[in-house]
């Protein structure tokens, strides 16, 4: 869109490796799915993240049934460039969440790259205070050694990760 | 908007002392007006922060004709809490520029409090490289100090602050 | 305290200016309470500042009343230097309450010198996610400017406050 | 420990990997052994840190000789979720040191989650100035570059680290 | 300079307002002594900042006594823009001394806007760690709550503060 | 050097792993020339860091072609601690690049090891704007997805990438 033409609906795209998805996430999704006109979760497919512990089907398949109740949010995946996924899909924004200082600190780069690249701002979001703490790599580690995640994140999310500690445990016998 | 509803378009608000406005603030404003419905440019009327360099209607005016190329926006200004005025206008978010990361640490609080007292979200955008280290109170320094503000602020800016520095010249002979 | 000797109940003092206190504050001071034998919570007399909004006399008052269901936990005030406080009332620690990361970035220097003039250790503590934006000083901001602070400060000083705003609107008749 | 009752003797526990134990991280336990009723030092058993320079037993025995002068100081060590086992040993707090500013933004969301999980509040001690920049990741790289590492690590750890050097030349022989 | 000359002794200045100067400031002036051909430690003569505790006099008077020792340092002041001052000087790079994160962060949009200004490096630089909690600032308000500053400040500093202090006693009489 | 003696020409390392050299790396480089008399630009071989994109050869190579206009400059590279190369080219400084605030987080505690064991100073420089979010890794990352790293890189890393990008493509098939 270019400045003084009419505003049409706002796309915009919110890129995350989601493994898993977690209640911030969701809450982010909703907040941009109230001030933007569509929104595309996007699931990164990145081959050098080694060792994933949900699939992409899986990561796709929970992100859909999470935001099912969103009309103007859905789910995709994309490989490569970031940049380049903007431009085939024609989005005007990127979204991303912040919960803390530090999550800024590391954001500022990719979106000054992004904007470089594809012309594309990226508008950074705060998530409820408190999902202040919850990301994936803390919900994989609370499960991992044991813990409850139930607070941690969606009810979708739950069931599978629930299943998946059925079968980690009949593997161990 | 509740969840679920067809999305309309989204009213931003972008508040600020405006103290001048800036290069800063005009390249904020050209992104925000990308991509949301409508942006109202909000200068804050604050009785406690004394000595403004510019009245309110030099702001308002100096503001007025820097966005007269984007028709999507408009300029206002309001007194009390923000929250309040968000919730006249029926905004559905704030719009704040940030520079570096130091902004985002004085900024957090404040989009905390406006969730809190208005249910109303933050969208946090970098402005342009080359203006991070330009705020008001930076050109106020340089031009108080005898340095050439021209690639600090916009042209109709400029006009004003040069108008100003002759009259501060006459009046000290 | 020597290295060696049998330890005693520790003694903490929880300096501040609490004007007014929050509920940031006696979320902090209750947390302190359960952790160390005898937590003092000591206003800061300090002549530089100017026009508080609330009396000493008020913020010993309204901090007593906040604290009576604490047995361990009494308020004083001091004047002067901290670091003399602290040797006076042989206190072991020092407690801050921590609600960003820039409040650490503040309070580093204090700790630092404090140590170094008192042999005197700072314990930080962080307060209630919910309370991570509320601070005295945007309490009075959202006063001054009209809007609701219920949630935001302890119910004596909410009465007090109430009273002052009543006061405050005769004045302006 | 409910709000109200007497003030018993703080149980605080000091968590960490200790690959190896530093000047800055025995610093940490002597300031807060002089201020917690009980410490204790809890080596972190985490099956996915692959290859530690030392043995679970070599970071026991170096940190109990470490701090055999400290009464209320024991060493222990535990698997799993330190949530879990915060619970277990009914501990009133957790103590972490701090640095730098860096440091308080990364353990800030694992204090959250412990607080959220067991209720235990975690509190933060700056090291010694003169140990500001020393870490067990950096003696380790000194270590292995060829560098002294005399001023960075306690004498008992001095030893076993002189004992490393000599079998590792052996070896590469 | 142009790229590709011959390299010259660089000249380098230090700028600050030095009210009064510390033993954190006389560390970066040895330290940057030692690195650049020439250094102009230079007093800000700032008509905004009012009340200054020493006259422009007593501050360049205690400077030069304090690098008496260090041939390639003078004492200058100047009025006005800093870029102005180093375009006056001929000066290749600024100097600014670093104590913790946040000064960065304060000194980064200046930097940037003196390269903008006078194409002039600002080249940083860390204290001594035991200096990181000493400014000006806690020097005086330890001073003025009668607290000892021995540890923080130069002897010809400490000198002039002790004169004050009786004059300032006599005053009270 | 000890103080008071005359000054000479100071020697700064600038050292990194530079795989590959960027743009920001150039900029420094050029500015740091400017500032002191002699630059080595020093490549660090670490055993520890596997799989680099270039070979030690492949990032001198780029390096001195990039450095040809610099007649003060030269490429070098070191093994071990950068403290020891410190001291075995009897250099001044050591020259860090700063672009954001969590870069010098990072670099502090380095700083402030290599102060300690080497007596070094280190003096932080910012890269220009329009590179603050060029780093290698980004350059790498940019690279493998397929995009465009023209204006990230110098042209003889451009060249030598180029080459590369073949050599890829060539094994696909």
């Known amino acids: 869109m270019t400045n003084g033409s009419l505003p049409r ?4 795209i919110y890129p995350g490796s989601f493994d898993p998805p977690t209640n911030g996430h969701l809450d982010v999704i909703e907040r941009a799915a109230r001030c933007f006109g569509e929104l595309i979760v996007a699931v990164i497919v990145n081959p050098q993240k080694r060792d994933p512990m949900f699939s992409l089907e899986e990561r796709e398949a929970m992100l859909s049934e999470c935001v099912g109740h969103l009309p103007n949010v859905r789910v995709e995946h ?4 970031l940049a380049d996924y903007v431009k085939l899909r024609e989005s005007d924004v990127i979204v991303k969440g912040l919960r803390v200082v530090s999550d800024f600190e590391n954001e500022m780069s990719t979106a000054l790259m992004n904007r470089a690249l594809a012309q594309v701002d990226t508008f950074f979001l705060m998530s409820d205070q408190k999902y202040s703490f919850v990301s994936s790599s803390i919900v994989k580690e609370v499960f991992f050694l044991g813990g409850e995640v139930d607070s941690l994140v969606p009810e979708p999310v739950l069931r599978v990760m629930a299943a998946k500690r059925t079968t980690l445990h009949s593997a161990r016998r």
């Open 78 to 81: 994309f490989r490569g460039l």
């Open 9 to 12: 609906l706002t796309r915009a």
